[in-house]
T-cell receptor, first 118, second 116 residues
Framework: AQKITQTQPGMFVQEKEAVTLDCTYD???????LFWYKQPSSGEMIFLIY??????QNATEGRYSLNFQKARKSANLVISASQLGDSAMYFC???????????????FGRGTQLTVWP | DTGVSQNPRHKITKRGQNVTFRCDPI?????LYWYRQTLGQGPEFLTY????????KSRLLSDRFSAERPKGSFSTLEIQRTEQGDSAMYLC??????????????FGPGTRLTVL
Protein backbone atom coordinates (compact mmCIF):
# COMPACT_ATOMS: atom_id res chain seq x y z
CA ALA A 1 0.00 0.00 0.00
CA GLN A 2 1.14 3.53 -0.73
CA LYS A 3 2.34 5.38 2.34
CA ILE A 4 1.52 8.77 0.80
CA THR A 5 -1.22 9.42 -1.74
CA GLN A 6 -1.58 12.62 -3.70
CA THR A 7 -4.58 12.30 -5.97
CA GLN A 8 -4.23 15.56 -7.90
CA PRO A 9 -1.67 15.26 -10.69
CA GLY A 10 -2.22 18.92 -11.57
CA MET A 11 -3.91 21.96 -10.11
CA PHE A 12 -4.50 25.41 -11.53
CA VAL A 13 -5.09 28.57 -9.53
CA GLN A 14 -5.32 32.20 -10.37
CA GLU A 15 -2.83 34.59 -8.84
CA LYS A 16 -3.86 35.88 -5.38
CA GLU A 17 -6.32 33.05 -4.87
CA ALA A 18 -5.94 30.25 -2.32
CA VAL A 19 -5.40 26.64 -3.32
CA THR A 20 -5.49 23.33 -1.43
CA LEU A 21 -3.28 20.41 -2.36
CA ASP A 22 -4.46 17.07 -1.05
CA CYS A 23 -2.42 14.46 0.78
CA THR A 24 -3.49 11.30 2.57
CA TYR A 25 -1.14 8.97 4.39
CA ASP A 26 -1.05 5.46 5.72
CA UNK A 27 0.83 4.42 8.83
CA UNK A 28 0.27 2.29 11.88
CA UNK A 29 2.73 4.32 13.94
CA UNK A 30 1.40 6.68 16.58
CA UNK A 31 4.38 8.95 16.17
CA UNK A 32 5.08 10.34 12.73
CA UNK A 33 5.74 13.57 10.92
CA LEU A 34 4.36 15.02 7.73
CA PHE A 35 6.33 17.30 5.45
CA TRP A 36 5.59 19.32 2.35
CA TYR A 37 8.27 20.10 -0.18
CA LYS A 38 8.24 22.31 -3.27
CA GLN A 39 10.25 21.29 -6.33
CA PRO A 40 10.66 23.97 -9.00
CA SER A 41 11.70 23.02 -12.50
CA SER A 42 15.33 23.47 -11.47
CA GLY A 43 15.02 20.30 -9.41
CA GLU A 44 15.94 21.17 -5.83
CA MET A 45 13.55 20.15 -3.07
CA ILE A 46 12.56 23.07 -0.87
CA PHE A 47 11.11 22.35 2.56
CA LEU A 48 7.88 24.24 3.22
CA ILE A 49 6.12 23.06 6.34
CA TYR A 50 6.02 20.28 8.94
CA UNK A 51 3.26 18.75 11.07
CA UNK A 52 3.90 16.28 13.87
CA UNK A 53 1.35 13.63 14.70
CA UNK A 54 1.05 14.91 18.27
CA UNK A 55 0.78 18.56 17.32
CA UNK A 56 -2.62 19.85 18.32
CA GLN A 57 -2.47 22.97 16.23
CA ASN A 58 -2.31 23.01 12.47
CA ALA A 59 1.11 24.14 11.27
CA THR A 60 1.48 27.49 9.57
CA GLU A 61 4.47 29.07 7.82
CA GLY A 62 3.74 32.38 6.18
CA ARG A 63 1.37 31.76 3.27
CA TYR A 64 1.49 28.00 3.85
CA SER A 65 -0.75 26.19 6.27
CA LEU A 66 -1.41 22.55 6.82
CA ASN A 67 -4.95 21.26 7.30
CA PHE A 68 -4.23 18.24 9.48
CA GLN A 69 -7.11 15.81 10.03
CA LYS A 70 -5.65 12.93 11.97
CA ALA A 71 -8.74 10.72 12.01
CA ARG A 72 -8.98 10.97 8.24
CA LYS A 73 -5.21 10.61 7.86
CA SER A 74 -5.04 13.67 5.70
CA ALA A 75 -2.55 16.54 5.67
CA ASN A 76 -3.59 18.98 3.00
CA LEU A 77 -1.42 21.98 2.12
CA VAL A 78 -3.15 25.32 1.77
CA ILE A 79 -1.36 28.09 -0.08
CA SER A 80 -2.98 31.46 0.40
CA ALA A 81 -2.59 34.44 -1.93
CA SER A 82 -0.92 32.40 -4.68
CA GLN A 83 1.96 33.96 -6.56
CA LEU A 84 3.33 33.19 -10.01
CA GLY A 85 6.49 31.91 -8.34
CA ASP A 86 4.47 29.22 -6.58
CA SER A 87 4.21 27.30 -9.85
CA ALA A 88 6.08 24.08 -9.14
CA MET A 89 5.68 20.44 -8.19
CA TYR A 90 4.59 19.92 -4.58
CA PHE A 91 5.34 16.74 -2.65
CA CYS A 92 3.86 15.46 0.55
CA UNK A 93 6.17 13.23 2.59
CA UNK A 94 6.08 11.27 5.83
CA UNK A 95 8.63 10.14 8.34
CA UNK A 96 7.50 7.35 10.64
CA UNK A 97 8.27 6.86 14.31
CA UNK A 98 11.53 5.90 15.85
CA UNK A 99 11.66 2.21 15.35
CA UNK A 100 14.15 -0.13 13.79
CA UNK A 101 15.64 0.55 10.46
CA UNK A 102 12.98 2.95 9.25
CA UNK A 103 14.58 5.76 11.18
CA UNK A 104 15.38 8.65 8.91
CA UNK A 105 13.86 7.87 5.57
CA UNK A 106 11.09 9.96 4.05
CA UNK A 107 8.23 8.46 2.05
CA PHE A 108 7.04 10.74 -0.74
CA GLY A 109 3.85 10.94 -2.75
CA ARG A 110 3.81 11.29 -6.52
CA GLY A 111 3.36 15.03 -6.32
CA THR A 112 0.97 17.67 -7.59
CA GLN A 113 1.98 20.08 -10.34
CA LEU A 114 0.65 23.52 -9.40
CA THR A 115 0.28 26.16 -12.06
CA VAL A 116 -0.49 29.73 -11.05
CA TRP A 117 -1.87 31.92 -13.84
CA PRO A 118 -2.11 35.70 -13.88
CA ASP B 1 28.88 26.30 3.31
CA THR B 2 25.60 27.22 1.71
CA GLY B 3 23.97 23.85 1.33
CA VAL B 4 24.17 20.37 -0.08
CA SER B 5 26.05 20.17 -3.35
CA GLN B 6 26.01 17.41 -5.94
CA ASN B 7 28.25 16.75 -8.91
CA PRO B 8 27.82 16.41 -11.74
CA ARG B 9 24.47 18.08 -12.28
CA HIS B 10 23.89 16.15 -15.48
CA LYS B 11 25.34 12.92 -16.78
CA ILE B 12 24.67 11.24 -20.09
CA THR B 13 26.08 7.78 -20.52
CA LYS B 14 25.72 4.76 -22.73
CA ARG B 15 24.12 1.58 -21.51
CA GLY B 16 26.65 -0.67 -19.84
CA GLN B 17 28.97 2.10 -18.65
CA ASN B 18 29.71 2.83 -15.01
CA VAL B 19 28.89 6.20 -13.47
CA THR B 20 29.73 7.81 -10.15
CA PHE B 21 28.01 10.72 -8.47
CA ARG B 22 29.25 12.78 -5.58
CA CYS B 23 27.36 14.48 -2.78
CA ASP B 24 28.82 16.99 -0.33
CA PRO B 25 26.48 17.47 2.63
CA ILE B 26 26.19 20.47 4.90
CA UNK B 27 29.37 20.31 6.91
CA UNK B 28 27.97 19.68 10.38
CA UNK B 29 25.40 17.12 9.22
CA UNK B 30 26.11 13.54 10.23
CA UNK B 31 23.32 11.90 8.26
CA LEU B 32 23.33 11.62 4.50
CA TYR B 33 20.58 10.17 2.32
CA TRP B 34 20.29 9.15 -1.31
CA TYR B 35 16.98 9.17 -3.15
CA ARG B 36 16.05 8.40 -6.73
CA GLN B 37 13.33 10.27 -8.58
CA THR B 38 12.02 9.00 -11.89
CA LEU B 39 9.89 11.09 -14.22
CA GLY B 40 6.44 11.75 -12.79
CA GLN B 41 7.22 10.19 -9.43
CA GLY B 42 8.22 11.37 -6.02
CA PRO B 43 11.68 10.64 -4.65
CA GLU B 44 12.25 7.07 -3.48
CA PHE B 45 14.66 6.25 -0.70
CA LEU B 46 17.81 4.36 -1.67
CA THR B 47 20.13 4.40 1.32
CA TYR B 48 21.40 6.47 4.20
CA UNK B 49 24.54 6.93 6.25
CA UNK B 50 25.20 8.08 9.73
CA UNK B 51 28.77 9.29 9.66
CA UNK B 52 30.59 6.62 7.64
CA UNK B 53 28.22 3.78 8.52
CA UNK B 54 25.63 2.76 5.96
CA UNK B 55 22.63 2.05 8.18
CA UNK B 56 19.90 1.18 5.73
CA LYS B 57 19.56 0.15 2.11
CA SER B 58 16.36 -0.01 0.12
CA ARG B 59 15.45 -3.01 -2.03
CA LEU B 60 15.73 -0.54 -4.91
CA LEU B 61 19.48 -0.58 -4.41
CA SER B 62 20.39 -3.51 -6.59
CA ASP B 63 23.82 -5.16 -6.67
CA ARG B 64 24.85 -2.75 -9.41
CA PHE B 65 24.54 0.17 -7.01
CA SER B 66 27.04 0.96 -4.31
CA ALA B 67 27.30 3.94 -2.02
CA GLU B 68 30.12 4.98 0.22
CA ARG B 69 30.88 7.69 2.69
CA PRO B 70 34.47 6.87 3.55
CA LYS B 71 35.31 9.59 6.04
CA GLY B 72 31.83 10.57 7.10
CA SER B 73 31.89 13.67 4.94
CA PHE B 74 31.13 13.44 1.21
CA SER B 75 29.45 10.42 -0.30
CA THR B 76 29.62 8.71 -3.67
CA LEU B 77 26.97 6.67 -5.43
CA GLU B 78 28.23 4.37 -8.15
CA ILE B 79 26.09 2.56 -10.68
CA GLN B 80 27.78 -0.24 -12.58
CA ARG B 81 26.66 -1.52 -15.98
CA THR B 82 24.01 1.16 -16.32
CA GLU B 83 20.64 0.30 -17.81
CA GLN B 84 18.08 2.59 -19.42
CA GLY B 85 15.86 2.09 -16.38
CA ASP B 86 18.51 3.82 -14.27
CA SER B 87 17.69 7.12 -15.97
CA ALA B 88 16.46 9.35 -13.17
CA MET B 89 17.31 12.25 -10.92
CA TYR B 90 19.50 11.17 -8.03
CA LEU B 91 18.97 13.36 -5.00
CA CYS B 92 21.17 13.65 -1.96
CA UNK B 93 20.01 15.06 1.35
CA UNK B 94 21.66 15.61 4.70
CA UNK B 95 20.50 16.22 8.23
CA UNK B 96 21.74 16.41 11.78
CA UNK B 97 21.59 13.32 13.94
CA UNK B 98 18.41 13.57 15.93
CA UNK B 99 15.81 11.34 17.46
CA UNK B 100 13.18 13.94 16.75
CA UNK B 101 10.58 13.12 14.15
CA UNK B 102 11.04 16.66 12.94
CA UNK B 103 14.52 16.37 11.56
CA UNK B 104 14.64 18.37 8.40
CA UNK B 105 16.47 16.88 5.49
CA UNK B 106 18.17 19.45 3.28
CA PHE B 107 18.30 18.41 -0.34
CA GLY B 108 20.90 19.04 -2.97
CA PRO B 109 20.07 20.05 -6.56
CA GLY B 110 20.32 16.50 -7.80
CA THR B 111 22.21 14.72 -10.55
CA ARG B 112 20.15 13.94 -13.62
CA LEU B 113 21.29 10.70 -15.25
CA THR B 114 20.33 9.80 -18.80
CA VAL B 115 21.27 6.34 -20.03
CA LEU B 116 21.18 6.01 -23.82
Amino acid sequence: AQKITQTQPGMFVQEKEAVTLDCTYDTSDQSYGLFWYKQPSSGEMIFLIYQGSYDEQNATEGRYSLNFQKARKSANLVISASQLGDSAMYFCAMREGLRGSTLGRLYFGRGTQLTVWP
Amino acid sequence: DTGVSQNPRHKITKRGQNVTFRCDPISEHNRLYWYRQTLGQGPEFLTYFQNEAQLEKSRLLSDRFSAERPKGSFSTLEIQRTEQGDSAMYLCASSLVSDMIYNEQFFGPGTRLTVL
